[in-house]
């Protein structure tokens, strides 16, 4: 497209959670004045996934879900669009809603994810029931609901990631009787060894979770009110409710079939451009380079869809001055980094648990805390840290446990 032909029309945003809003504020911040239309799939000011399980679980109020205000935004002077997207022609420079259809000059996606349930069951006897899920607004609006339910006694909670903790501790602080089912071994899939692992486990029996590791739900069935769930080692147990956490998936839906390079997510160069030079991806829908193993993976965190998003429009406002963004600019990649705690007990990780011939674990245990620490040995640098895991029998903000992490967290950044 030419300059002329770009001045004429905005740069398109579609999605509007922080990879979204980091975008449209580096936009603005490097300098592009012109007009910036936001899609976006909800009305209401963007929200923090990461906040909706505080609000069901009580620990939080619904309006510090958002994390910037109407007039922070309103300062960015874009146009936001209460529209989904259904179509994107990236040759067309087109973008389709229900509502029209609208050119751009260079469009961000930056859609994020929506949970999959895949796996669980149709209910016998109750084919519209869903189970609830966590992710958006109204996904923690359903909760919320179902945890403040008296009526809500036995909980189940069907999968073992950062979401489905979260979730349990949503549930745990609403005073709920607690089950995990988790198709793996131990909790905190790819996230944690098993060592450190067994030790958040422990501190989750503590608090009364019934955990059933290495099974999945079978059957479920409605009965006398209740959801009858039949797991697959044969045992049956009645609950009130079912959360499922199987993981999520990009929402790239609406993106022309063939038209851009998508294999987990869209993949994006260090500039977050895609495999057409006018479309950029950002957030959790992203697959960008994870430094540790250097391939192009979706790092699902909230600091990277910001990262991202920023380095996405401040590239795009280069390129509508008629400059190309250059090294300065460029987002090499990034590493996963999670912490959780589930009612006391803590879990801090970093950078990989894939273990290698040229990889070797050191676990140490303490009184309160497991560590695991992986060192990779190159041939250039020697013996480096590639990654560590903690789990520590309290949660004290400040304490040694998160000194600990980002003690190693930053070591591992630094040696890549
Ligand atoms: C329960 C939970 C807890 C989490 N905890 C943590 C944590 O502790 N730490 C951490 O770093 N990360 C955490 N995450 C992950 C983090 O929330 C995400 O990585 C981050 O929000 C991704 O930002 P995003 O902008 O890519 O996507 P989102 O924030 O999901 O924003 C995408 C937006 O696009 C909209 N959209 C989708 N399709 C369309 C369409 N067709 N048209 C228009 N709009 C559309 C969506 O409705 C949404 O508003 C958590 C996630 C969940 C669900």
Redesign the pocket.
Known sequence: MTMQENANRPVAI????????NAAIALRNSGYDGAITV????EGL?????L??YYAGGEKEFEECFPWTAEELDDLSVSVLG????ELDPDAHAIR?SAGEYAYAKCVI??????TTVGFPAVQGDSSYEPLV???IEDAERLKAVLESPACKRFLVSGAS??AL??LEAALNRGKECTLVGMNPHVLDFNALPEVAARFEKGLREKGVALRLGQTIQAVERADGKLAVTFSNGESEAFDEIAVSHG?KS?L??VKPGSLNIDRGLVVDEFMRTSNPDVYA?????QATELISGDKRIV???????LQ?ACAGAAIATEMRGAMPDSAGALKGSIS????AVNGTLFISAGTMELTDNRRVEIRETEDMTLAVIYEQSETQGERIVGFNLACDHDEPGGEAYDIGAMLTLRIEKSL
């Open positions: 579609i999605g509007y959670g922080t990879a979204g809003v899609f976006s799939d909800h963007p929200y923090s996934p990461i909706t399980s529209e989904a997207v259904v809603t930056a859609t994020g994810a929506n949970p966590l992710r958006s950062m979401v979260k979730t999520m929402n839906a609406f950002a957030g959790d829908v992203a699902g965190i909230w600091k990277n869809a910001a998003g980094t999670n912490t959780i």
